[in-house]
């Protein structure tokens, strides 16, 4: 340790270029990873926290709850399917809306039985609907117009009536379509697609699809597969498959998976590369400390510990920078920090210095302390 650290004392200032680089590359890959899971969170929010287990699409659909269209009968003949429990309508639209005092926006309104599965699962203040014409926002939205108390406004057709939803509770990660979102009534959701169509109130809602809730026990796995044998025209999924099966998530994993992949390619190669021409800039050097009686041992461990410290001040860096960024980050869509992410990142990482620490420790294997009696000069430890 002691070798290490002098070392690293002496040349403070090579050390402190290689761990800032490093501490920029690992902010770039917590930061993506942060915001990989923030905007999938915004595409997917509001069906990842509801509360049905499995979710029955039409069979047409492809997995497109937007482009999901459920027949009221299939709602019944879903309920009466082993292992399910409880099975209800869930609708789902894009409004124009107008949030309590704000400027009109676009807005996701789910629409759900009350008493019924595919509530919100993650109400963070207040309560859930118990009137048809309240609703649960997105805690995010809860100061742009969507805060408890406030009324917001679905705008209608010409020579038809607005519905004014109030909102009652606020949920966390609840956004659908990166829109702000509102969970209501079936009543309510029914009232606000007559209200935008000219044709007014004769005009049939049909459900997007069905959410289930599955008896206690029960695989939510089987019940899915058990309804696509049973109902037809449907296609039930898990919550899961549901979620990550949803238009863009999957576009949106791999690209970012590219960068988050080139990124760690990129901290391995810096921290090799750097650890590499250390050990041939000072070849003389552990040539002379082999030949008056060093450990080879002891000089491996010393090169791990140097490139363990610089990893470990770089990832201090890149997780400083990551809370600046999370503090200083908009309301409208705040940065996270999960520190499962951070802690698995920061591992995968350290993994990564010291597999590339491994053609440094070859080249440092190979020395031969004859070196030291040959070599023209003898190099120095700085």
Do not use: H, W
């Amino acid at each position: 340790m002691y070798l290490a650290l002098r070392e690293i004392r002496r040349a403070k200032a090579r050390f402190a270029l290689v761990a800032g680089a490093v501490g920029l590359l690992g902010f770039l890959i917590l930061f993506q990873q942060t915001l990989l899971g923030n905007l999938l969170g915004f595409f997917t929010g509001g069906l990842a926290n509801q509360s049905g287990d499995v979710v029955v699409y039409g069979a047409d659909a492809r997995r497109n709850l937007a482009g999901s269209v459920v027949p009221p009968p299939t709602v019944e003949a879903v309920a009466q399917v082993d292992g399910v429990a409880r099975a209800g309508p869930l609708y789902e639209a894009t409004f124009t809306v107008r949030p309590a005092g704000r400027p009109v926006v676009d807005g996701v309104l789910f629409g759900y039985r009350l008493g019924g599965p595919g509530y919100p699962t993650t109400l963070s203040a207040g309560r859930l609907p118990v009137d048809p014409f309240e609703g649960v926002a997105s805690a995010v939205d809860g100061g742009e117009g969507f805060g408890i108390g406030q009324r917001v406004t679905v705008l209608a057709a010409p020579g038809r009536r607005p519905v004014r939803i109030r909102i009652v509770g606020l949920a966390e990660d609840l956004r659908f379509s990166v829109q702000p979102t509102v969970f209501t009534s079936e009543a309510a959701f029914v009232a606000a697609r007559r209200s935008t169509n000219p044709g007014g109130a004769g005009v049939p809602v049909e459900p997007s699809a069905v959410t289930v809730e599955t008896e206690p026990g029960a695989d939510p796995d089987a019940v899915a597969a058990r309804i696509n044998r049973t109902v037809p025209g449907v296609e039930a999924l898990t919550r899961r498959e549901a979620v990550a099966s949803a238009p863009g998530v999957a576009a949106t994993r791999q690209s970012f998976g590219v960068i988050l992949g080139l990124a760690f390619v990129v901290v391995t190669l810096v921290v090799g590369f750097f650890l590499v021409i250390l050990v041939v800039q000072k070849a003389g050097a552990l040539a002379l400390l082999r030949a008056v009686g060093a450990p080879v041992g002891m000089l491996v461990r010393a090169l791990l510990l140097q490139a363990l410290l610089l990893v470990a001040a770089g990832l201090a860096l890149g997780v400083g920078l990551l809370a600046v960024a999370a503090a200083r980050s908009s309301p409208t869509f705040p940065i996270s920090v999960d520190p499962v992410m951070v802690a698995g990142t920061c591992t995968t990482v350290v993994v990564l210095a010291l597999v590339a620490s491994g053609v440094a420790v070859r080249r440092v294997l190979r020395i031969d302390p004859l070196q030291a009696a040959l070599g023209p000069t003898v190099g120095g430890l700085a």
